[in-house]
């Protein structure tokens, strides 16, 4: 139901910096998680950053993989339900299409979790 789109994808050089969005739309969605995966040929998906709504202690939590951490950045907004990465002194080995991930709940009082996948869009750092 819910259409997941990414975009910011392109050919940028070693150290340059690349800003990706990704917005869902067209479904009924209360964002729980948003997350950045990236793939790149003959190896596994990998996760690169999420973000994840946490009501008790209010603001959102931000993870990373270790590879970018300092480097990268998610934020969300989520009353567009919309997820960035800001990704900076980009390496040619990053190299890959990068997929966005929504996390929803149909009604949060049920705890039901849908998961949606973008297409991903092509980022590619030369040497």
């Known amino acids: 139901q819910v259409r997941v789109m990414e975009s910011g994808g392109g050919l940028v050089q070693f150290g340059g910096s690349l800003r990706l969005s990704c917005a869902a739309s067209?479904?009924?969605?209360?964002?729980?998680?948003m997350g950045w995966y990236r793939q790149a040929p003959g190896k596994e998906r990998e996760l690169v950053a999420e973000?994840?709504?946490?009501?008790?202690?209010?603001?959102?939590?931000?993870n990373y993989a270790d590879s970018v951490k300092g480097r990268f950045t998610i934020s969300r907004d989520a009353a567009k339900n919309t997820v960035y990465l800001q990704m900076n002194s980009l390496n040619p080995d990053e190299t890959a299409v990068y997929y966005c991930?929504?996390?929803?709940?149909?009604?949060?009082?049920?705890?039901?979790?849908?998961?949606?996948w973008g297409q991903g869009t092509q980022v590619t750092v030369s040497s």
């Open positions: 973000i994840t709504s946490v009501t008790s202690g209010g603001g959102d939590h931000a």
């Open positions: 067209g479904g009924r969605c209360i964002l729980k998680r």
């Open positions: 991930n929504v996390q929803c709940y149909l009604d949060p009082r049920d705890e039901v979790v849908y998961d949606y």
